[in-house]
């Protein structure tokens, strides 16, 4: 690649064009939060999802490139190689949302890069290999758990029909919500399923929001993604006996509330961590029947624990059964686990990719873990894998208050632009 | 009243006729419980609800009761006295349900009522004052917190407009799902408001199950309720910060969910009782955003609170709010008093009229308190007030394992109807 290419890509990415796209599809699923805050509400395989899927596919067709779809609902846009028989380039991230979440989180990673790839074209470089915009399907979980399902599917970790009888909170499944999304883009020429049925790509790179305080607080602009820790997660059903509030005695009682309040106090003791570096979360809970005078005779919750050390994620995760059936009282309990991801480590060759354009374009970067979890951790084993971080203001995400500036998203995709230009004549 | 007269009236009484018309309101709203039981989901206002009342409204007047329904939705079947002009004897109780409720509790009172008064009329029985059969609205309290608004209501306790704000889980106002049943209800005349609008009865009296194991244990047909302990609900609100699971530190979290668990605990200790007669309940819990890798923002639980002794409900009661504010770590905290009820005591006039009916019937009586509330205590400030209860098996209530058998039904319904004969004729 000649020196020059670079610089013109990225000096031809649009700070106002990402950013208008951006507010465009934060209009999509648009909720106000505390303060006013304006985040999003837009979950996986919802007619908002499939609203949005359409807007940036009407961008990325207007530029030229070819849309495709998988049996996930995996979405590609591809822009062509010079030489098309080479493995394409993938880069992107997902397009769902947290049930209260903001208007970065995963979708600023697809919209860079197609901004990337509109940079690279309307600076008139070509690239050997061929570059594809993916948007993978359910990353969140909030809606259809465990997240990650499109990129699972797509790296063969998991069979396609594995999540097909999972349902959502009003009980709709998520193979008949996946099969109404892809009735509506039957127009989308269908694509095999990722390693399954094609070729591994030559590189995945992601960009994305922190979704933490670190670059922040050291004042940087880029982070070089160096990993992501491990992730468990598990649904514990508690089933006791309904009784009524008024007659039954507390002694006789089989109360799934107070065996919740049991479980968690038990897990927080075998999830104490002086080091502040284990996470564990207990976020959702459900409580049948649900009557302020109906003793509760089932309670589900869910755990939510992460670490990037695997042996801790082991030990830990392993222990939770036997901590929650030696603290309820007399409840039956039942363990699930949903989700199991693996610490990830991310490849040199595009961690410094990413090091290098960083030190080309004058902004300060740093290495950095990820304590969220990505897709991009299912690209790892397949090929070449890396992220790119920019700063989250106050480290809040989740949440209708996350927020990066229009310029801080400018500066990342320009990295990505360089970054994808590079890996793509390599 | 001759000697002859209540026994003819309790000989008319129809287990079989009673046990029919029971089983066909359970078809309204049937829910099957764990090892099939045969249970009812028909909570008030909801469309079943309103298809339960033409049932009986049906029944009542077939039987020749004149039908009337005030702005509460409480619903009254008229027997003439042959002195119209005195106050009512009132009988009745509730057709609404639990969410996963039995085919018993509430709706037999109402049924009883019905069926005692038919048997007197069959008999021959004229009786001096009118007997009006009265099935209150929202008894439950489950979908639209608190429960007795209809007996409050028409007691004078609170202004019917009350809890017009009130919304059930899926954000339907009170107001508007009284005004869709009152409207399909239009048929039906309108009478005034209870003691805001018209004269104070002269007697109610409501039939029950016990919902609790005490008869059964005893051995006993027939509960003479002497009174009910007072019952004080609360809601509970955490505000805390939603924040992304796998990047916020423990440490730095506002977690609605872990400052619930520190306040259900301090609540334990506050509400401890060697003597096992308080009942303290946590039954209804709601999370948000409740998605498992969002930190808990808020969450809203609910406290049943009752005991007998107004003492120990005020003193405990009133330390609910500092107890759980010296609990949670970091979340804000907001508690509404939804319910109070203060402990009642029923007139001698009724539980003397009760026992004389169960020792001229040959049945096993005992005195009794209610553990559960009842739309009886509203009446208590206004009449000569009680209750008449039968065994539950197990003492299981609020659950589809509800269960008294035909037989102990009709017991209790042969002794309301002397109760009723005589309170009629006095």
Redo the contacts between chains.
């Keep these: 690649m000649p020196a020059t290419v670079a610089p013109n890509a990225v000096a031809a990415v649009s700070e106002a064009r990402q950013w208008d796209r951006l507010m465009a599809l934060a209009e999509l699923g648009a909720i106000t939060g505390a303060d006013g805050a304006p985040g999003v509400n837009r979950q996986a395989l919802t007619p908002l999802d499939a609203e949005a899927r359409r807007l940036v596919l009407g961008w990325g067709t207007a530029l030229g490139l070819t849309a495709s779809v998988d049996v996930l609902g995996n979405l590609f846009l591809r822009h062509e190689g010079t030489e098309p028989g080479l493995a394409p380039v993938l880069s992107g991230s997902h397009m769902d949302s ?3 979440g903001g208007r970065f989180d995963g979708i600023w990673g697809v919209i860079a890069a197609l901004e990337a790839v509109q940079a690279l074209r309307e600076a008139g470089i070509a690239t050997r290999r061929p570059i594809e915009v993916v948007a993978w399907t359910n990353e ?3 809606r259809f ?1 465990p ?1 990650c399902m499109g990129s699972m599917a797509y790296a063969g970790y998991r069979p396609p029909e594995t999540w097909d009888a999972v349902t959502d909170p009003e009980g709709i499944r998520f193979g008949d919500a996946l099969a109404t999304l892809l009735a509506s883009e039957a127009d989308l020429p269908r694509r095999g399923l990722g390693v399954l049925e094609g070729p591994a790509p030559h590189a995945y790179v992601e960009a994305h929001i ?3 305080p670190i670059l922040e607080e050291a004042g940087c602009d880029i982070g070089i993604v160096t990993g992501i ?1 491990g ?1 468990r ?1 598990f649904l514990v059903e508690l089933t006791g ?11 006789t009682r089989r ?1 799934a ?2 065996d919740m ?1 049991r479980a ?2 038990a897990l ?1 003791v075998l999830m104490e ?1 002086p080091t ?1 570096v ?20 089932t309670v589900k919750f ?3 624990f ?1 670490h990037p050390d695997a042996a801790v994620l082991r030990a830990r995760g392993d222990a939770i059964e036997a901590t929650i059936k030696g603290a309820v009282r007399n409840c039956a309990v039942s363990l699930t686990e949903r989700f199991n991801a693996a610490p990830a480590v991310f490849a040199p060759e595009v961690t410094e990719a990413v090091a290098r354009a960083a030190t080309a374009q004058g902004l300060r970067a740093m290495h950095i873990p ?4 990505h897709d991009a951790q299912f690209l790892v084993p397949l090929c070449p894998t890396g992220m790119i971080f920019i700063p989250s203001r106050k ?5 209708p208050a996350e927020y990066s500036s229009p310029s801080q998203l400018a500066q990342g995709t320009r990295v990505l632009a360089q970054v994808l230009a590079e890996l793509a004549n390599s």
Tied chains: 1, 2.
């Design positions: 947290q049930p209260a969140e979980g909030s758990a997240g922190e979704q933490g820790q992730s997660w006996a309904s009784a009524h509030a008024g007659t039954a005695p507390v002694s109360d509330v107070q309040v968690i106090g927080n961590d502040d284990l996470r564990f979360t207990v976020a959702s809970i459900e409580v049948k029947p649900n009557s302020s005078n109906s003793v509760a005779e869910t755990i939510d992460r990820s304590g969220a979890f480290g809040i995400s989740h949440n």
